[in-house]
């Protein structure tokens, strides 16, 4: 069985940076897209940022400039750095993934993270 497990979030003064990493766990298993969404109260799930196997970025023009998105192949970790956040960026954040476990490829989501942003 494969689990996201998320960790980095918290609060943090507007302009200031938090780093959040998600891992893969479990065995027997290939990620393929890797992804970070956030979802603040009374908003839709909102796509951040996506990372391929080559490790070719998108990003939300939300976000362009301001996060970063990385992997690790080796840790089955993916990360999103997040500089020069703000007020509006206050929400719970999640990662996802495209995995191939056990012949079937299906999309992972990890639990979530909150991050805060104080003015």
């Known amino acids: 069985q494969v689990q996201l497990v998320e960790s980095g979030g918290g609060l943090v003064q507007a302009g200031g940076s938090l780093r959040l990493s998600c891992a893969a766990s479990?065995?027997?298993?290939?990620?393929?897209?890797m992804h970070w969404y956030r979802q603040a109260p009374g908003n839709q799930r909102e796509l951040l940022a996506t990372?391929?196997?080559?490790?070719?970025?998108k990003y939300a023009d939300s976000v362009k400039g301001r996060f970063t998105i990385s992997r690790d192949n080796a840790k089955n970790t993916v990360y999103l750095q997040m500089n020069s956040l703000k007020p509006e960026d206050t929400a719970v954040y999640y990662c996802?993934?495209?995995?191939?476990?056990?012949?079937?490829?299906?999309?992972?989501w990890g639990q979530g993270t909150q991050v805060t942003v104080s003015s």
């Open positions: 479990g065995s027997g298993f290939k990620i393929n897209n």
């Open positions: 996802n993934a495209d995995i191939l476990y056990a012949l079937t490829l299906r999309n992972y």
């Open positions: 990372i391929t196997t080559a490790r070719n970025t």
